[in-house]
């Protein structure tokens, strides 16, 4: 699985402990979840395992600023997305290269793929060795909207695949890559993960390409 997700960053506190994924979406900005939000973390690019070992081709940094979306609400998760400033920019590399926001919605029934190092297994945590990927096809907002009345706004899009497998805790801000862009980020969905009929739900990118790039312009 080497350099296939070279975009894909964890987001660490103290020496070791992941807690959310990243994107890489410039050489110096991440995007996440805006719900990732904390003080004083470390961010790793181009390390495929969840170990604290070196890997060759890994960079470390800061993160120097976040930026959630100012329409971010807890807890209903509407708007869940922020940028986040490293401290300096990223050497763009085989491990290591940013990857472009989508400005397109898609439609039910695309391809997608999501990555992490969440939990492997819900309600007891199981964390992989390595960065999971799985497939996941986006599904119709009224199917989306049935799984969980009263908490899908526009900002959402549903994924899944037929096994209902699923992203889950320590998932969260990272990427799922449709057509070679990034189209969402893992946001929420019921606990504990992958039950039949409750998907995964991911915050819709394609609406905010315009903030992300006027941000990313505004603070550079």
């Not at 297994?121 to 990927?133: E, G, I, W, Y």
């Not at 899009?157 to 497998?165: I, K, M, S």
């Not at 993960?193 to 312009?217: E, M, R």
Request: with cysteine; glycine share 10%; aromatic share 8%.
């Amino acid at each position: 699985m080497r350099h296939t997700q070279p975009w894909q960053a964890a987001l660490l506190l103290g020496p070791n402990q992941l807690y959310c994924g990243a994107v890489l979406v410039h050489p110096q900005w991440l995007l996440t979840a805006a719900h990732c939000r904390k003080q004083g973390f470390r961010v790793r690019l181009g390390h495929q395992s969840l170990s604290p070992v070196y890997e060759s081709g890994q960079q470390l940094f800061r993160g120097l600023k976040s930026i959630p979306h100012p329409g971010f609400h807890h807890p209903n998760h509407s708007n869940d997305l922020m940028l986040i400033k490293l401290n300096r920019r990223v050497r763009v590399t085989q491990d290591v290269k940013p990857i472009n926001v989508s400005s397109r919605c898609v439609p039910a029934g695309t391809k997608c793929m999501v990555s992490g190092w969440g939990t492997t297994s819900s309600p007891t945590v199981n964390f992989p060795k390595v960065l999971q990927c799985l497939n996941i096809t986006v599904l119709s907002q009224d199917t989306c909207k049935k799984a969980y009345p009263g908490q899908v706004d526009h900002t959402m899009f549903c994924a899944g695949d037929e096994a209902g497998r699923d992203s889950c805790q320590g998932d969260s801000g990272g990427p799922v890559v449709c057509n070679g862009k990034l189209q969402g980020l893992v946001s929420w969905g019921d606990y504990p993960c992958a039950q039949p009929n409750k998907p995964g739900v991911y915050t819709d990118l394609c609406q905010f390409s315009k903030w992300i790039h006027n941000t990313i312009q505004a603070n550079t």
